[in-house]
């Protein structure tokens, strides 16, 4: 009975968070070493400000509940982006909104993100989006020239997909059904509370948690190049400033050998 306990916590501790041994931050919590910008036009029909020059100050460091947060404004569209590229990972956002929106409360954490700025919307590298937009938490969208597999079903009314890991597999994807698959399930907390997304990326499989439930399996992970699909796996990792204002408590990073398999069911 002891044996099964401890083997029952192991599986709860893989499922809802990270264990400690191998977890890094990918903010030092003093400055955003490691990282780069790239921030859009400030009116429509202008000129992007570009890369590394922030002087809207969309991306800082600020305190809160006394401990250090990025803070991102959300008055213009633009990116924050690992220097690094990353695969076989799982990476855990702790996040919440702000008080300030410009258009709406939307953002996106976006990985497997490749080539140049501006491939997608003009903004952001061609990536795959785990959308943290208000009541759409979890949802997927092939940002620029990325391309996913999901088992999905149609909505009621026909015009969009839901995912269902008992769907049909569809493709999804520049030039494909559609960019953007919608979550199994709603499981955002209010606003102004912490909310804690786990994206588990393995091979060309990705998993979106949402507070602890599964609400998106991405599979055959891709990029589309003249037409052709070519396979995807790793990449740099972006958060997005895009009309609402974000705190980011945390943004760990640990290494994986699997997805588990209780988040694939």
């Known amino acids: 009975m002891k044996k099964l306990v401890l083997i029952c916590v192991a599986l709860c501790i893989a499922v809802s968070g990270f264990t400690q ?36 100050k969309i991306f800082t460091i600020v305190k809160m509940d006394g401990a250090n947060v990025l803070r991102i404004s959300g008055e213009v569209n633009a990116s924050i982006a690992t220097v690094k590229e990353y695969e076989n990972y799982h990476v855990q956002m702790v996040f919440k909104w702000g008080e300030k929106v410009y258009r709406q409360l939307n953002s996106g954490l976006l990985y497997h993100s490749y080539g140049s700025f501006g491939a997608g919307l003009d903004v952001w590298m061609s990536s795959h989006e785990f959308q943290l937009c208000t009541a759409k938490v979890g949802d997927s969208y092939c940002m620029g020239k990325s391309y996913f597999e999901i088992p999905v079903v149609k909505s009621a009314d026909g015009k969009s997909f839901i995912y269902s890991p008992t769907g049909e597999k569809t493709d999804f994807g520049d030039g494909k059904k559609a960019k953007n698959a919608s979550k199994g399930a709603d499981y955002e907390k209010p606003k102004g509370e912490w909310n804690v997304v786990d994206l588990y990326c393995f091979g060309r499989t990705a998993v979106h948690v949402v507070n602890g439930k599964v609400n998106m399996v991405n599979y055959n992970s891709g990029k589309i190049e003249n037409g052709e699909v070519i396979p995807l796996s790793k990449g740099k990792i972006q958060i997005q400033s895009e009309g609402g204002e974000l705190y980011v408590k945390s943004l760990k990073l640990n290494p994986i050998k699997e997805i588990p398999a209780e988040l694939l069911k």
């Open 21 to 56: 041994k191998g977890a890094k931050s990918l903010f030092n919590g003093k400055n955003l070493k490691g990282w780069e910008t790239y921030v859009g036009a400030k009116e429509k029909g202008s000129a992007p400000i570009g890369l590394n020059v922030d002087p809207l």
